[in-house]
């Protein structure tokens, strides 16, 4: 399976080693983020201390696991940005766009748990339980 995977999910991912986690480390699937995800990951370092309770360091290195484990392909700006129009006529949310675009770039699902997202036909767009299910 093939997605665009939203930075909610990858937080999900981080806090709670559960269904999400093994999904995404542990199954022959690839996913896709806007270069921004990773960035505005690391800028929530110190909240994700906080919950999850491991340093800074640690968590930077379980993202790079992710990342550079190939599971993981970050997808600069540049290569969706003529998709980034039509996405924000189809999402209210500024912060949905670029994941909407990259979707539509590559033709391919949206991993998201906005249920405001459901609310069009442009992409296909599946929460957390509805990937769940497939594994």
Known sequence: MELVIDANVLFAALIKDG????????????????????EEMLEHTKELEEKIELPANEIGLILEHIIFAGKVR??????????TKKA???????????????AMKLNIPLWSNDAKLKNQDSIKVYNSAEILKQK
């Open 19 to 38: 269904d999400t986690r093994r999904f995404i480390l542990l199954n022959n699937n690839s996913f896709h983020i806007p270069e921004f995800t990773f």
């Open 74 to 83: 970050i997808v600069p700006l540049s290569e969706f940005s003529n998709f």
């Open 88 to 102: 924000m006529d189809i999402c209210s949310d500024p912060d949905d766009t670029a994941y909407v675009a990259l």
